[in-house]
């Protein structure tokens, strides 16, 4: 199912150069995703980005995946590899170029992925990760299928970090202080902000689907359609750094954080995940619609490693804010049909 968006990138991904100069692109962004969902990279002219194509000489500091969520080196096991820092060298996947819209005029992305100097895969990248996960559901003619769902804030500026975050002024000149959940009215405070975010989805091939008020004052959900992991990941990084700066050029500011307001719904996001097999079939449901044994071990296997893999899914203090009973929040490995 894959989405049926007019995506800049793949024009791009044909023809880079062509691509950039009928764009009028001066300066590109290379992003590498870090664990911690940071995009990391470099930003170079043009005429650089093109050479780089072809010489493959463009590098990165390995230690970019040393750094932990707070900002801080997290350090190295190899005490010899952490002093010596050695560089990592990035290749752009051409086939995610897209403009940069929430931008300056002249500006492009790019995804890069990380190597050693051999040519072996960097094994820290999450794009890697994520990958050779999807090659062995290539090996056995499966294909994973996605789509994510991001709750987030807006929020009023707030340059103390010390002061608590606050609801931004809507359209009405008042700041939400009541819940509005699905309220179209409460949405329509926020239009401004919306239509710029979509609008820098549509320039930069996001596949958005519906957007509505969730509980919280000024908090908003956003759907993707369904598609492959891989470019839906690159995506939804994506989305959260343009939301960020439609958000900014309307006045206000966006946060993904889990638990940003104390007294207010948390922020998740949601993962709608099935499997299909090269004609497209279903491999969770047989033709009766009833749970096919696959689908047993798909539910059995999230139970046995949901717990070891939680600092991912809860990377920092105020991930576990959120995570507490009675709050929608999945504070228990069970299951159950919905």
Known sequence: MPDNNTNISLSGGNDPKAWLARHGINEVECLVPDMNGVLRGKALPTAKFLQALEDRALYLPSSAFLVSIDGRYSGSIDEGFAYSDPDMRMVPDVSTLCLAPGASAGKAYVFADAFHMDGQPWMASPRHVLRAVLDLYAKRGWRAVVAPELEFYLTAPNPDPDRPLTAPVGANSRAE????????????????????????????????????????????????????????????????????????????????????????????????????????????????????????HFIGGLQKYVPEIMPLFAPNVNSYRRIRPNHSAPANIEWSHD
Request: aromatic share 8%.
């Open 177 to 296: 202080t009541v819940q509005h959940p699905y309220d179209m009215a409460a949405l329509e405070e926020f239009e401004p902000v919306i239509r710029r975010v979509y609008d820098y989805a549509a320039a930069a091939g996001l596949p958005l689907d519906t957007l509505i008020h969730e509980s919280g004052t000024a908090q908003l959900e956003i759907n993707f359609r369904h598609g492959d992991a891989l470019p839906l990941a690159d995506k939804v990084l994506l989305f959260k750094r343009l939301t960020r700066q439609a958000a900014q050029q309307s006045g206000m500011h966006a946060t993904f954080m889990a638990k940003p307001i104390a007294a207010q719904a948390g922020s998740s996001m949601h993962l709608h995940m099935s499997v299909i097999d090269e004609a497209g079939r279903t491999l969770f449901a047989g033709s009766d619609d009833a749970d096919t044994a696959m689908f047993g």
